[in-house]
């Protein structure tokens, strides 16, 4: 079977078992910060699994595009080394919340994969939990497999649990023996030592107790099942290969590299592992960014860039000198195109993206091949026959510079490299980085919440700002459900129906007030705590706010308003850029304010003011048409069909609002919009900037706002106007020629200040002595540039011919100290090592290079004082 059939075959079998197909959600994570990446099925499922969230369905099967690069799944160091290891993979996976258990997921699992599948039972083997007698007897006396074909094992490899406390459960797997001829108890072993022979096809967790923080289970009442199984393994299974590398997913990849790089593959050495390792990240990375993650310094982009930069030295490896992913991001696209058509929009951007990190990195390798050798130079230079872990991590960390490079260089030179070190360098970096995707610290206790789903928050707040009679649910403070609130005090309250919009999707809450004949209440905010349950925070103004008491609830109108103009004004937005730059761009992230709009999306360059202009106006000419903003609820499936845009941070739910601007603008969102364009009056970008690698970021008013930006605009330029006494349409050739006029005088000024520097030579001003030999230059300066300071150094050190130049200044309450050693004179004297000396006398810092580095200080009173002294601290240094 072709892996898009495996793909069908898997959904249709469950689909006509009662499953609700549910599409892979993205491998950015949505409402979950403790996830850098999406790396299982059941990750979109999360909040079902505990309660916190209800859907139509009870019953769910998906094909989920996962990632796995850190944490204790992280594959990254086998890929390519191993048959069975990827980064990117596909999750097959079938779901039961709180509906059918055990019986049924072992039932459909061994159906699917014997009579679907066809795969011989005589090759498959089960592992079970320990304790778990229940699904030992099934799999044994229901499903009928051999008792020599079922091993027990411990909570290690057995037993699954959502962390420290919450779900968890035993589980099962089915292993595929690739040869079919495994003698009479070695199968046991192997499965143990994780043999390349047996291969892990499909795992079903029994999602039946609840750890408390005592570690005491209790069951839970609703028991549920989610299963995974890896594409890439079953296919290689089903299409009789053994190696995932092998199948059709891989192969048409490898192909290409090897065209590339002018290899055959497989070659059976080394080249076989680097082209395994190009081919498993070109997938990550076109899925990556196609979900709209850029690459960047931490976080989730730092992982994108890391793969890109691994990708090509694995290029480097095989020879190639120049960029070449992004002529292969397209043959992603190409092989997946079935499954994930919507590769095929991204792949000219996703190979720009590509190679402007590939023609970085090269740049980078250079950068960092000249700081290696300065490294090898210092360590020679001391005596030393090892680098240090510290500086070859910041090698590794700063500039990205390969390991293993960094040890090839090493043994050129002669060198070995500290790798526990460097090893503890990276243990930090990693500890560092768990810390920063721990999620909110502040994060409420969302178990408080529980109570409330199903039950609170219903948005009815699309077309009415007011409400009579909705009623209070819940009251809570400091993270506890209390029973009132009263004057002065904040906390929240959960009401049966609101027609406040909780932020979301971008767009701020509402606010207003909450109030009765016994109480009122100021509404600060709206928010989701959980999935479906709407929390008001609220201040007290008078009297007590009590769980039970119904309310009016008011929405501010003028700030409902202005929210309604900028939300929409996002959509044209959207549009419009996607008209004027291309269709590759998608939105990134949004900010809905009541002031302004902020909108982040994919593009790999700077607007131009020309297609700024083209941008603002189109928007602007929708707003004059005045089209009608028409929401609709549909299916998502209807909603993709008619041509919506879904962003890829959002989850979306079975059923979904649509907005459609005319045939303009139609995009799945479920915030509030103004009832036609002609409402915002206005649109005005203030400013274009780079947010990241790949994505950019417009800010924008509209309304009152827009208009007050126009008239202080139309007002600077009256008064450069009449400052300048021009007319309007020569105001820039005036403002142009004062500029060069400037520049000439500077020019003038600094070759005046160049005159004088090298005109001081009073003996107060400039010192020459010998010191053990060396000739010493000491001179104090005045008002002189750091570039002017730099040259003035130069010209000394040619009076010297041959010695050490020390230069200070003050400038306030802060000293700028300069040392310059002449070429000869710098295995013995190394000018960073000088500074950082003289400056410890003054309370300041510095470094540099051998021949030239500079230093600051924070006690001016003291540098007469040191440039006497230099003398003395050169001869203890020499």
């Not at 290409?256 to 050495?269: K, L």
């Not at 009679?469 to 209390?482: D, M, Q, S, T, W």
């Not at 009541?594 to 790999?604: A, E, Q, S, V």
Request: hydrophobic letters at 40%; aromatic letters at 8%; one cysteine or more.
């Amino acid at each position: 079977m072709k892996a898009h059939d495996i793909r069908l075959s898997f959904l249709d079998y469950f689909s006509r078992r009662g499953h609700r197909i549910v599409a892979s959600s993205s491998l950015l994570p949505k409402d979950d910060p403790t996830l850098l990446f999406t790396n299982a099925g059941m990750n979109q499922f999360k909040n079902l699994f505990l309660g916190l969230e209800q859907r139509a369905y009870t019953r769910a099967v998906t094909v989920q595009k996962c990632l796995r690069v850190s944490g204790k799944h992280n594959d990254l160091e086998q890929v390519g080394r191993t048959s069975k290891h990827h980064t990117f993979f596909e999750m097959l996976g079938n779901f039961s919340f709180g509906d059918y258990f055990k019986l049924e997921a072992v039932s459909f699992a061994w159906e699917l994969v014997t009579d679907v599948f066809r795969i011989p039972s005589e090759r498959l083997y089960i592992t079970v939990y320990e304790e778990d007698e229940e699904a030992y007897r099934l799999w044994n006396e229901r499903v009928g497999v051999a008792a020599a074909r079922i091993f027990r094992f411990g909570k290690k490899d057995n037993y699954w649990s959502m962390g420290d406390t919450g779900p968890c459960g035993p589980c099962s797997e089915i292993h595929y023996d690739l040869d079919g001829d495994i003698p009479a108890g070695e199968a046991r072993g192997l499965i143990e030592s994780g043999s390349e022979r047996l291969v892990e096809l499909w795992n079903l967790v029994f999602m039946q107790f609840e750890q408390d923080a005592e570690g005491r289970l209790r069951p839970l009442p609703s028991p549920s099942i989610d299963t995974g199984m890896g594409l890439e393994r079953t296919a290689a299974a089903l299409q009789g290969r053994r190696s995932n590398f092998e199948t059709d997913l891989f192969l048409p990849l490898l192909e290409r590299i090897a065209e590339e790089t002018g290899r055959e593959y497989p070659a059976e050495d080394e080249a076989d592992v680097a082209m395994r390792v190009i081919a498993d990240h070109l997938r990550a990375v076109t899925f990556l960014v196609s979900d709209g993650i850029m690459p960047a310094n931490d976080g989730r982009g730092y992982v994108l860039r890391r793969l890109i930069r691994r990708a090509f030295r694995q290029g480097n490896l095989l020879g190639l000198d120049r960029p070449f992913l992004y002529k292969l991001t397209g043959a992603v696209g190409d092989v997946m195109k079935d499954a994930y058509p919507e590769l095929l929009g991204t792949a000219a951007f996703v190979s720009k993206i590509c190679l402007s990190e590939e023609e970085r990195f090269a740049a980078t390798l250079a950068s960092g091949l000249r700081v290696f050798h300065d490294l090898a130079a210092r360590a020679k230079t001391e005596g030393r026959t090892t680098l240090g872990g510290p500086e070859i991590f910041k090698l590794y960390d700063t500039l990205g510079f390969p390991l293993d490079l960094s040890q090839e260089l090493a043994r050129e030179e002669g060198l070995s490299l500290d790798e526990p070190g460097f090893q503890a360098e990276l243990e930090k970096q990693k500890k560092r980085a768990r810390e920063t995707w721990k999620g909110d610290a502040a994060a409420k206790d969302r178990k408080v919440y529980e109570p409330f789903v199903g039950r609170g928050g219903r948005f009815e707040g699309y077309e009415r700002q007011r409400l009579e009679g909705p009623r209070i649910l819940g009251v809570l403070a400091e993270g506890r459900r209390v029973t009132s609130l009263g004057e002065g005090q904040r906390g929240e309250v959960i009401l049966d129906r609101t027609p406040f919009y909780a932020e979301a999707g971008g767009q701020a809450s509402d606010t207003g007030i909450l109030k009765n004949p016994r109480f009122s209440a100021r509404v600060e905010a709206a928010s989701f705590p959980v999935p479906e349950v709407i929390a008001h925070r609220i201040t007290v103004l008078s009297g007590s706010a009590a769980e039970g008491d119904e309310v009016e609830a008011a929405v501010d109108e003028d700030r409902r308003l202005a929210l309604r103009r900028n939300h929409t004004a996002t959509h044209l937005l959207h549009a419009a850029l996607r008209q004027v730059l291309g269709e590759h761009v998608k939105q990134a992230g949004s900010l809905v304010l009541p002031g302004r709009l902020r909108f982040d999306f994919t593009h790999f360059a700077a607007l131009s003011p020309e297609e700024i202009r083209k941008v603002e106006s189109l928007v602007n000419e929708k707003i004059r048409e005045d089209l009608p903003v028409e929401t609709r609820t549909v299916t998502l499936e209807e909603g993709l069909c008619a041509g919506a845009m879904a962003i890829f941070e959002e989850k979306y739910g079975d059923r979904v609002r649509m907005v459609s601007i005319s045939d303009f603008s139609r995009e799945l969102c479920g915030g509030i919009h103004s009832a036609s364009t002609g409402r915002l009056g206005l649109f005005k970008i203030l400013k274009e900037e780079s947010v990241a690698a790949g994505m950019r970021r417009i800010e924008a008013v509209t309304g009152d706002e827009a208009v007050s930006e126009t008239q202080d605009a139309e007002s600077l330029l009256e008064e450069i106007q009449a400052a300048l006494s021009a007319p309007r349409r020569d105001l820039a050739a005036q403002a142009r020629r004062l500029r060069d006029e400037v520049k000439e005088k500077e020019r003038e000024i600094r070759l005046l200040r160049q005159k004088i520097a090298r005109g001081q030579g009073s003996p107060a001003g400039e010192k020459t002595l010998s010191v053990k030999g060396v000739r010493l230059l000491t001179r104090k300066t005045e008002a002189l540039d750091p570039g002017e300071i730099r040259g003035l150094a130069d010209e000394l050190k040619k009076k010297l011919g041959s010695g050490v130049v020390v230069i200070g200044q003050t400038e306030g309450e802060k000293v700028l100290l300069v040392v310059a050693v002449t070429e000869d004179l710098t295995a013995k004297i190394r000018a960073d090592r000088l500074v950082k000396a003289l400056a410890a006398e003054v309370g300041g810092g510095g470094g540099g290079r051998a021949d030239f580095a500079q230093a600051g200080g924070r006690a001016p009173g003291k540098l007469d004082e040191l440039l006497d002294r230099s003398a003395a601290l050169l001869e203890t240094w020499l």
